[in-house]
């Protein structure tokens, strides 16, 4: 039974020689970082180079990096800590629309509390409009965040345009780089970022950590409060292994960032070719181009996503939807719902994420496998069925 | 993906007498793909029975069980038989439906009722009381 893993934005394993740097802290070097004696020195030691590395992924200094157990975690950080904070008086946020759900529902209970929520629409690619965030500010504005990157369509947004805006009105800026990170150059000077959030578990490194970049200036309150780990920002004993394993990620992310992520790209580019030249009425979502090199979206016409998913799952090839039935919620995807995805469209959704073990010999077994699947589902589709009847009769009136 | 019953799984991986009857006796559409499961079914009809019962379901590994199964508990039935089988009754003889599944992909037995009602019209029969019970059991 072949198992081909294109839901990597799920999850990725963890790389071999980040779980070597992991181990030592769970047994042999377990101590407490705050301690004052010698068991706490190498389990110290890792967390300041871990911030180290994490530091240069993104082009900040290792000293603006905070470390969190997710990219959720910092996301809530950012919007609870900084309204907590209270430095620039205020009460409106400006987002967009498809922001991760760890940003868009803190906006939603804030919105329930009286605050004013601006979600800047996109473009049918799922682009921003810097000149939309112009429009959008006001004097109230305390906060714009912005991803980096969406982690369904991959589309990768003008950050450094917008964050611009946001600066020249002396409006703190976050970007949530969780899907970008590691899979794109990311410099948080270049961009021009005031706060950025990520995870490891993203880029080969442990789940149970994350990070939280921030500029010099800027002002939280802490979620956690207790003892002045990490600052003071997040109390509680750090989760040393885990830490570890983000920073040697991180390294490791930096380190082949050019050849792996090209190898991917070359990768999702040649399957895309492939899908689309055997299978008939696919639609590509997100950006053609400005797009994560590990992303491809498709929406499968006239066949509903779960059904896919759990076909191709009987083949062993794994990937995700952005239908309905899918979601917990049965709430068909809000990003395709904002670049304007017909329902239809986004019931029939997929989402493949190719990883740095992907490998173009399994091409030809994943298109066979999609077409066979895509062939059997609409054949038993009443839309599908209605569709080639039309077609009959818009030829019998040509 | 959710977790399905094995008699789920078997129908999904199996779906039993999918198509469309040429000339049926009767029609009836349930659902659209806004909300994502849909399902058309067209049934034969023979000296008071269900001689034939076919359908196109749009939708998920849920959908397409309680369509594959509605057609295998209707076929051979009596209208009046057919006119009872309810959408607790599909999703019991599947072994259970998730609970987040019963509402949106549970519309087999309603799709079912609206093909007989749509022959009974046609044929200016008199449905009874019961059968305009379609959602008893949905809950």
């Known amino acids: ?398 | 993906m959710p977790m399905y019953s094995e008699e789920v799984m078997e129908h999904f991986t199996n779906p039993r007498n999918i198509g469309e009857i040429e000339n049926p006796d009767g029609i009836g559409e349930e659902g659209n793909p806004v909300c994502g499961d849909m399902m058309k079914f067209t049934i034969k009809v023979n000296d008071g029975k269900l001689e034939d019962v076919k359908y196109f379901t749009f939708g998920c590994g849920a959908a397409i069980a309680v369509s594959s199964m509605v057609s295998e508990m209707a076929k051979g039935k009596t209208l009046e038989e057919a006119l009872n089988i309810t959408n607790k009754q599909v999703a019991e003889a599947l072994g259970g439906l998730p609970g987040n599944k019963m509402h949106c992909s549970n519309l087999g037995a309603d799709a079912l009722h609206k093909a007989i009602q749509d022959y009974m019209e046609k044929q200016g029969i008199q449905p009874k009381e019961q059968s305009s019970e379609r959602s008893a059991g949905n809950e």
């Open chain 1, 1 to 398: 039974m072949k198992s081909i893993n294109l839901d990597y934005i799920a999850a990725t394993p963890v790389d071999d020689a980040v779980l070597q740097v992991m181990l030592p802290f769970f047994k042999e070097d377990y101590g407490n970082p705050s301690s004052g004696h010698t068991l706490g020195e190498k389990p110290r030691q890792a967390l300041e180079d871990a911030r180290e590395k994490v530091g240069r992924l993104i082009g900040a200094e290792s000293k603006q990096v905070i470390f969190t157990a997710s990219a959720s975690e910092a996301n809530n950080l950012v919007v609870k800590g900084l309204i907590a904070a209270g430095k620039k008086r205020g009460n409106h946020i400006i987002s967009s629309a498809i922001e991760h759900f760890s940003v868009l529902n803190q906006l939603k209970t804030l919105q329930k509390e009286g605050f004013e929520v601006t979600l800047l629409p996109v473009d049918r690619h799922g682009l921003i409009d810097p000149q939309a965030l112009k429009e959008a500010i006001t004097d109230r504005t305390i906060l714009v965040t912005i991803q980096t990157a969406n982690p369904e369509i991959g589309t990768i947004q003008p950050v450094k345009e917008l964050a611009a805006v946001a600066r020249e009105n002396e409006i703190p800026f976050h970007t949530d780089a969780t899907a970008a990170a590691g899979w794109i150059p990311i410099d948080v000077d270049d961009m021009g970022v005031d706060l950025l959030s990520l995870a490891g578990d993203q880029f080969y490194g442990p789940k149970g950590a994350g990070a939280l970049f921030m500029r010099k200036g800027i002002r939280v309150r802490p979620l956690i409060e207790g003892g002045i780990q990490e600052k003071g920002l997040r109390a509680g004993t750090e989760n040393v292994p885990a830490i570890a394993g983000l920073g040697e990620a991180a390294k490791l992310a930096y380190e082949t960032m050019e050849p792996r992520t090209q190898k991917v790209a070359s990768f999702r580019d040649q399957l895309k070719d492939s899908l689309f030249k055997e299978i008939p009425h696919l639609h590509l979502n997100g950006h053609p181009e400005k797009r994560l090199p590990h992303n491809l979206n498709i929406s499968v016409e006239f066949v509903e996503g779960e059904a896919l998913l759990m076909r191709l799952n009987m083949a062993g090839i794994y990937v995700s939807s952005g239908s309905s039935c899918t979601s917990q919620a049965l709430k068909s995807s809000h990003v395709l719902q904002a670049i304007g995805v017909s329902p239809e469209l986004a019931q029939g959704s997929l989402l493949l994420a190719a990883g740095k073990d992907s490998n173009v010999e399994d091409i030809p077994y994943i298109t066979e496998q999609f077409s066979q699947v895509a062939e059997l589902l609409r054949k038993m589709s009443p839309l599908y069925h209605q569709y080639l009847k039309e077609g009959k009769i818009n030829a019998n009136v040509q």
